[in-house]
């Protein structure tokens, strides 16, 4: 993949550079799309054998596969239906041959909406593997009906938690006014992600809630 220098921060913009979260047996790169929604995407690469997958293939395919450059992405994951987090998932996975992930009750929706099918539709509990690195995938209802986060639980640090739009800082995601949607993805990411012991790094994504 493509390497850029200097100290992590987390903050990125449309069109300026990537940044990079080194860990001990995983790098980060998170790189942001699109101008006016400023989407966040992140390429995760396993240390030990170099394989990566794509965490929302948001937008801007060139700029994404330039990212990953010539390790390119086994998986390609795509957080929840919403068209700002899957504008570049054909041109990617089409370039790439990735096998495509999302949450099952979304699914149906991101193959609508894209023409991709997604060849795996996993659950809440489920894992994503690559490499020697392995993500937890975490159902929150609420944002859509298939909205995942992706918890890497660092043998070595903190856990990182990829969001999507299920959570914030300060509060969950848009529900649209569903009172409804709005208990269950409170009670979600009260249950499901909310580490006692406040180990929980949190990476998110930097577009607000409508």
Known sequence: ???????YSGEVTPGGTPDVRELSKLIITKVAVDPQMSNNCYVLRCRATDEQVLIDAADDAPLLVEVLGVSGASKVITTHQHWDHHRALKAVTERTGAVTVAGRADSAAITEQTGVAIDDQVEDGDTVEFGDARLQVIHLVGHTPGSIALLYDDPDGTPHLFT???LFPGGVGNTFGDEGAFRSLIADARSRTIDPAGRM?????TVSPA
């Open 201 to 205: 790094s949190w990476i998110r994504d």
């Open 1 to 7: 993949m493509a390497t850029y220098a200097g100290p």
């Open 164 to 166: 999507g739009d299920s």
